[in-house]
């Protein structure tokens, strides 16, 4: 008997082993497969428009421009207005226009032949206080209405590339832009061309 009780434990023992080392363990669980995005085609690239076009006149109405009083000196910036250049000036010295609002805005006139395209120069222009007093001048001895500016082939001259204005004086409108109006204004020329800044001259 105590053979058989012995035998019996060693044969319990056994399966007992056994089966915790049988293969029964479940399989681990894994996740779902990740599904990778489309592949998104890249849009095409459009070339960038070219900076290139005609340059308008600018002008500005002759009281206004006598009211900024004599021997005032204009540094000029370019102005965008999305689709067209114009010119906004602050008096006094060449720093001026340091935080605060322009005193001069030119308004946008006809559109002149003059094209500006790549190698032009948008910089910085001044009105000298001689140059200034010429040009009222000219609108005294005239009895002009307004002041036009007019830009320059930036291809010409010893400043090329350089974007610059020559002054007129007219009494014709030219912020009419109906069509029956004469494509050139009736001006008279002051003599003046605004000056890339600093000035090529002290005045």
């Given at each position: 008997?105590?053979?058989?009780?012995?035998?019996?434990?060693?044969?319990?023992?056994?399966?007992?082993?056994?089966?915790?080392?049988?293969?029964?363990?479940?399989?681990?669980?894994?996740?779902?497969?990740?599904?990778?995005?489309?592949?998104?085609?890249?849009?095409?690239?459009?070339?960038?428009?070219a900076l290139?076009?005609?340059?308008?006149?600018?002008?500005?109405?002759?009281?206004t421009?006598?009211?900024?009083?004599?021997?005032?000196?204009?540094?000029?910036?370019?102005?965008?207005?999305?689709?067209?250049?114009?010119?906004?000036?602050w008096?006094?010295?060449?720093?001026?226009?340091?935080?605060?609002?322009?005193?001069?805005?030119?308004?946008?006139?006809?559109?002149?032949?003059?094209?500006?395209?790549?190698?032009?120069?948008?910089?910085?222009?001044?009105?000298?206080?001689?140059?200034?007093?010429?040009?009222?001048?000219?609108?005294?001895?005239?009895?002009?209405?307004?002041?036009?500016?007019?830009?320059?082939?930036?291809?010409t001259?010893?400043?090329?590339?350089?974007?610059?204005?020559?002054?007129?004086?007219?009494?014709d409108?030219?912020?009419?832009?109906?069509?029956?109006?004469?494509?050139?204004?009736?001006?008279?020329?002051?003599?003046?061309?605004?000056?890339?800044?600093?000035?090529?001259?002290?005045?």
């Amino acid at each position: 008997m105590p053979f058989t009780s012995a035998f019996l434990c060693c044969t319990a023992l056994l399966l007992l082993l056994a089966s915790c080392n049988s293969n029964d363990t479940p399989d681990v669980k894994k996740d779902p497969a990740v599904s990778a995005a489309p592949a998104v085609a890249p849009a095409a690239v459009q070339p960038a428009a070219a900076l290139s076009g005609n340059l308008d006149t600018v002008w500005i109405d002759a009281a206004t421009f006598n009211a900024l009083g004599a021997g005032t000196r204009i540094t000029f910036k370019f102005f965008d207005t999305l689709n067209s250049w114009t010119l906004r000036g602050w008096t006094g010295n060449a720093n001026s226009w340091n935080n605060r609002p322009p005193d001069v805005r030119l308004s946008k006139g006809r559109q002149s032949p003059v094209l500006y395209g790549s190698g032009s120069y948008f910089g910085v222009l001044q009105l000298t206080p001689n140059q200034y007093n010429s040009i009222r001048q000219t609108l005294t001895s005239s009895h002009a209405s307004y002041v036009v500016f007019g830009p320059v082939n930036p291809t010409t001259g010893t400043d090329a590339g350089q974007i610059t204005y020559s002054v007129f004086v007219t009494s014709d409108n030219p912020g009419n832009f109906s069509p029956d109006f004469k494509y050139k204004y009736v001006v008279d020329p002051t003599g003046v061309t605004i000056n890339p800044s600093p000035p090529k001259n002290s005045e």
